[in-house]
């Protein structure tokens, strides 16, 4: 299984077992004395055995040694390398460098592991044009619990799904193209995530200071991407995300500027970008009758008839337990107003046979066709990240599985109510202080931006199709 084996091969060389040929990188060196042949195999398997012996910590499956500066660690049968960060002890990156889907630029993927029970799997493109002066974007797919990966492969990654999830192609029009991008898939249990003990988050705000750790450790390992403008963009349930993590970014900048530590970056939070955003349920909720039945691209053919007037007498109780949850802010208020705006407003939607995604187009939820997400490439890519040395190269155990959208997590963010907050309240200070809003909604989704909050200075591109 590729990516594995040079694992022993790599351990026998920082104990200076074996002279290992020049090489620049660590993992080249393991590489190249691996090719060497079944004998040193055998030989580093052997050392590998009294090696651990002497270096074990204490931890199932795990060892750690340094080479030239630098921690490794080896878990799983997988190279990473090691990296902490004094102001943050809970926290750990484990990393490694893959070559697929654009071979062409520097990748690092790997783990933010938060108190060894939560583990958050990220994939790193630098921009194939001047990665020194480019800037820095962490993307987020909504769900919530759909991965990051999803938005990887099907929209605006280096690479994009194909041929049934055997292969990937390149995408001429990546946003690394022109910027250095994360994929960060989180909550734990999204995507590669996972979390141990039944550990789960299932609240925007408590997710914002994970990822805010996890840029910590990012920038502090890899500075040169530190002085970039960062921009946060996300879509679909990301609008609850991205502006709970900026306001997180923000107020963590704040406290530096009081209190300087060197040992942290200030993260230059340039901009939110939101792709057909959740940010404000008092008013998008509203908006979905307007939109099923007078938008652009009617789901029902009688703006007057009884499907569009039974969507409008939901109007006011939804709005009704919205109120609720922005006056109250807990689960007890917000979970109905989630359950019942979604099942009463957006569930007929679902029923019609349409792509909620986009209306135009039919959708066949049988797994032989477009899939229960509407696009059969979802599937693809299940397909493509379950293979075991994709999983390897990107520093995953290949007993893990990947899946698109855990729908447990999304669960558990609905009945936590966290989807109906206020997240658009949290971008007048962003705003105020500098930092900018893109918001961009198409117009043959069904979560389209019909409304907006007055007091905000927001800045709109609505794109066409």
């Not at 990887?152 to 055997?166: K, Q, S, T, V, Y």
């Not at 996300?234 to 209190?259: D, M, R, V």
């Not at 009945?415 to 109906?420: R, S, V």
Request: aromatic share 12%; proline share 7%; charged share 20%.
């Amino acid at each position: 299984m590729k990516g594995l084996l040079p694992i022993s091969a790599l351990l026998a060389t920082s104990l200076t077992v074996y002279a290992a040929p020049p090489a620049h990188n660590i993992l080249d060196s393991a590489q190249a004395m691996f090719s060497s042949g079944e004998r040193f195999q055998s030989i580093a398997s052997e050392w590998l055995d009294d090696a651990k012996k002497s270096i074990l910590r204490g931890k199932k499956n795990m060892d750690k040694w340094y080479h030239e500066g630098k921690e490794y660690i080896m878990q799983d049968n997988l190279l990473y390398e090691f990296v902490t960060h004094p102001g943050f002890h809970n926290y750990n990156l484990r990393v490694t460098e893959p070559k697929l889907c654009d071979p062409s630029v520097k990748q690092y993927s790997g783990y933010l592991d938060v108190a060894e029970d939560k583990h958050l799997f990220f994939w790193f493109f630098e921009s194939r044009t001047v990665p020194a002066d480019a800037p820095l974007i962490l993307w987020l797919n909504g769900g919530p619990g759909c991965s990051s990966t999803t938005g990887l492969l099907f929209e605006l990654g280096p690479c994009n799904i194909a041929d049934n999830g055997r292969n990937v192609t390149h995408n001429p029009y990546s946003w690394n193209s022109e910027a250095n991008i994360i994929f960060l898939d989180q909550p734990v249990d999204v995507g590669y995530s996972y979390a141990e003990d039944g550990t789960a988050v299932s609240s925007s705000p408590v997710a914002g200071k994970d990822v805010y750790a996890f840029l910590e450790l990012f920038l502090n390992r890899y500075p040169k991407y530190s002085k970039a403008p960062f921009h946060i963009a996300a879509e679909s349930y990301g609008g609850t995300y991205a502006p709970n993590f900026a306001s997180i970014i923000y107020k963590q900048n704040q406290e530096l500027l009081a209190a300087p530590n060197p040992h942290l970056k200030h993260i230059n939070l340039a901009s939110v970008i939101l792709a057909n955003g959740l940010t404000d349920p008092y008013i998008q909720m509203a908006s979905v009758p307007d939109y099923a039945c007078e938008g652009p691209y009617p789901v029902y053919d009688d703006p007057e008839g009884p499907q569009c007037q039974a969507l409008r007498t939901k109007v006011p109780t939804c709005q009704r337990l919205v109120k609720s949850c922005y006056n109250f802010n807990s689960r007890f208020t917000c979970m109905p107003a989630n359950v019942y705006c979604n099942t009463q407003l957006f569930g007929p939607l679902m029923q019609t046979g349409l792509n909620p995604y986009d209306v135009r187009r039919k959708c066949d939820r049988s797994e032989d066709k477009d899939g229960q997400l509407c696009y059969k490439q979802m599937g693809w890519i299940e397909t493509w990240m379950n293979e075991p040395s994709n999983k390897a190269a990107l520093g995953v155990n290949p007993e893990r599985t990947f899946e698109s959208c855990n729908m447990q997590v999304n669960q558990a963010f609905t009945m936590n109510g966290d989807g109906m907050h206020n997240s658009a309240a949290l971008l007048p200070e962003l705003v105020e202080n500098g930092v900018r809003l893109l918001v961009y909604a198409g117009n043959a989704v069904t979560v389209v931006l019909l409304a907006l909050p007055k007091h905000v200075a927001w800045s709109r591109r609505v794109a066409s199709d």
